[in-house]
């Protein structure tokens, strides 16, 4: 090699390792600015640690959410929201005025009428909040509840509406709810994931994409449990491993994830890293976490983990051991906040009742209304629920209006109805014994205090200690938000 190539060779080289050496100090800075760059002992291990905790905004009055989410809307104004106009009006048609510019799943506009409700509705509680007879248990709570009956959105079909609820927009490719959670606040579990995510049912028509983290590092999206066997895939050693073999397996990849991540400075890497230390802890805790054997048959009781399904078995509400899987989810939700896990979403599907409504509603509210109640009570007994905010919602409401769709018996059941739905919320600085907003006398508008999801949202990250403008991600030249470009708090939740 002659004089020339040698100095061109070195201008290569220096060109190439300073921009290495400056994109790495760049990277390293943005970090330590969001906090996911830790001090290690050893120099040569430094460790990235993206679910390092971080401080909110300011002091939060929430710690940990527990998210209920009943896919495929639940109907309001038989659970939540009394109408007695409806039984009045039973059978006559809508003035053309209210449905003129409505779209409709299903309805077929010219031939729908009005649907009452046999549903009797008693109150609860000190404060007299009203539910439905299928709900006793949790009516029972009431004093420890908001119940918001203006709660509205923009999507009308279940997959858009239920990502609006879960990601603000109805799009793909966008962070979830507790991937954002857990994007502005880190975990504080070192040995489960900061997000969870717990299902029943069928499935949600939404899938992944309801605990997605997104454009964010995929270290953020939600880690489903399984109902079954272990309760995340692969998380234990095949048949020959030994755990000695592990460790030196993930010691080694640990080290070629490093030097990649000092090559190249991907945030992914990172995710990786973290990733593959996580599930070797998890092997560890999560054995401990679903094993119920150390809990009171006392609590087993209240929550109804040995429950059999009725013997009228409806068609949406999922397989067999439907009532013992949604019971046993519960308890794992409170068994999950005592280990520090920030964000837990409960998935159950499906509450769509286009039909049969009067069954099918009854099978999946005594399915849910037990342990949901238990879940509050317990809570509370054991001083967490002041710290954990429990939220049952859905993607949208049900119609007033009788479902009349083509080659079906008419008026069993009620279509998607954006305008107007309910939702409640409990602990975590909500303030309790409480009903926000009104709809008028059949359930089709908003007549007070209406919510939007963006608002919602922007609620519960001010409960967690975040300003809700101010958590945002850079992605592809704009800076992401949760509540996208809307959102106000709604103060009058707040406590």
Known sequence: MDANEIIKLTRRDFLTT???GIGALAFSSLL?????LADDSNPSRATVTPLAPRPPHFAPKAKACIFIFMEGAPSQMDLFDPKPKLNELHGQKLPESLTK???????????AVIMGSPRKFQRHGQCGMEFSDLLPHIGSCADDLTLIR?????????HPGQLMMNCGVPTFGRPTMGAWINYGLG????????????TAGRGTSGGASLWSSGFLPSNYQGVLFRNQGDPVLNLSNPPGVSAEMQHYGLDALSDLNRIRQKAVGDPEIASRISAYELA?????????????SGESSRTLEAYGVDREDPPLKADRGGGPGQYRAFARNCLLARRLVERGVRFINIYHASWDHHSNLNTELAFNAGMADQPIAALLKDLKQRGLLDSTLVVWGSEFGRTPLGENRVGREPNTGRDHHP???SLWMAGGGIKSGQIIGETDEIGWNITKDPIHINDFHATILHLFGIEHTRLTYRF?????RLTDVAGEVAKKLLA
């Open 18 to 20: 300073s921009a290495s």
């Open 32 to 36: 330590n600015s969001d906090g996911l």
């Open 101 to 111: 510019a409505v779209r409709f799943a299903f309805i077929q506009k010219e031939s």
């Open 150 to 158: 203006s709660m509205h959105t923009n999507q009308f079909n279940h």
């Open 187 to 198: 975990s504080v579990s070192e040995n489960l994931p900061g997000y969870v995510v717990l």
């Open 280 to 292: 070797f802890r998890m092997q560890t805790a999560t054995p401990e976490l679903i094993d119920l």
């Open 419 to 421: 305008n107007a739905f």
């Open 476 to 480: 592809q030249g704009r800076d992401f």
